[in-house]
């Protein structure tokens, strides 16, 4: 069974950083397409940024271009997602995905909040 292991999430203040991580052992990983996704509490899950198999290709969302940065290590079977200049907006349960053809896998997600 493929298991998406996601952490580095906390508490942190506003402008501080955190970087999430999300080992995926079991997976055929450098195939997948990898995501970070996030979801506030009473708002829909959203895309944070993807990234292709190879790395050659980033997606951002809108208002966390510039401060947030995803990158992946195939020989590590691992996804990152480095968060600089956060803003209490950024308060979210993180989730990483897995996607490749009709294959998707989601992670149980990280708890990040932003906070003074």
């Known amino acids: 069974q493929v298991q998406l292991v996601e952490s580095g999430g906390g508490l942190v203040q506003p402008g501080g950083s955190l970087r999430l991580s999300c080992a995926a052992p079991?997976?055929?990983?450098?195939?997948?397409?990898m995501s970070w996704y996030r979801q506030a509490p009473g708002k829909e899950r959203e895309l944070v940024a993807r990234i292709s198999s190879a790395s050659s290709i980033t997606n951002y969302a809108d208002d966390v271009k510039g401060r947030f940065t995803i990158s992946r290590d195939n020989a590590k079977n691992t996804v990152y997602l480095q968060m600089n200049s956060l803003k209490p907006e950024d308060t979210a349960v993180y989730y990483c995905k897995a996607l490749w053809s009709n294959l998707n896998y989601w992670g149980q997600g990280t708890q990040v909040t932003v906070s003074s």
């Open positions: 079991g997976l055929t990983f450098a195939m997948y397409t």
